[in-house]
């Protein structure tokens, strides 16, 4: 995927946005980005994912770091997913990003899919994203970066804002995920689930 989209056969997006400032309150409040999956910190495995795909930028909103990715920190903090997008959207200068949770462990799978479906996306949309066991998945898909920065001026004040409310009004198109790669982790059911398949490979 990364040869096709530098060769210009596939309009992957060149930066990939990682919102990674949550609390992880239902985790107790752990740094979900920091949680190891296979000894692989998890916002390292959503970096490289992004990376593989073709990004080759990553901006995370945040505390964390990672590799040569730049990280931002929302004002005030822990303002929520709609806060922490509008923080860094400045620093995308392309015209499609991609949004990621930072605790997708199946980042890299999921990375190539959301390439290989901008791909395949019909002129007049707004952007893709998964949808899983009919669960949208706002934090796993490839946004137009002059209709979400227009979506933002509308809500004027993006502090607590939900994703729905943001993108509600944008044409999405629905990529199916059969697998659930867009899967991440916000129980310690789930974090065990994971870490016991992440074992077992």
């Known amino acids: 995927v990364r040869y096709l989209a530098e060769a210009g056969l596939i309009p992957a997006p060149t930066t990939a946005v990682v919102l990674a400032g949550g609390r992880g309150s239902r985790l107790g409040g752990r740094e979900k980005g920091e949680i190891l999956i296979g000894g692989e910190r998890l916002i390292d495995i959503v970096v490289s994912g992004a990376l593989a795909a073709g990004c080759r930028q990553v901006v995370i909103a945040g505390d964390l770091g990672s590799g040569s990715a730049k990280t931002i920190r929302e004002e005030p903090p822990f303002s929520g997913p709609a806060a922490g997008l509008a923080a860094v959207l400045p620093e995308v200068n392309t015209d499609w990003f991609m949004l ?5 462990p199946h980042a890299k799978l999921l990375c190539h899919l959301l390439a290989e479906s901008l791909h395949r996306l019909d002129p007049g949309y707004d952007g893709l994203l998964t949808l899983h066991e009919g669960r949208v998945q706002w934090l796993a898909g490839i946004y137009r970066t002059a209709s979400v920065t227009s979506a933002l001026e509308r809500i004027d004040n993006p502090e607590g ?3 729905r409310t943001l993108f509600g009004g944008l044409k999405l ?9 867009s899967r991440d982790i916000d129980t310690p059911e789930e974090l065990e689930a994971i870490t016991k398949e992440s074992e077992t490979k």
């Open 100 to 104: 990621l949770a930072c605790d997708l």
């Open 161 to 163: 804002a939900s994703m």
């Open 173 to 181: 198109r629905e990529v199916q995920d059969p697998d659930g790669l």
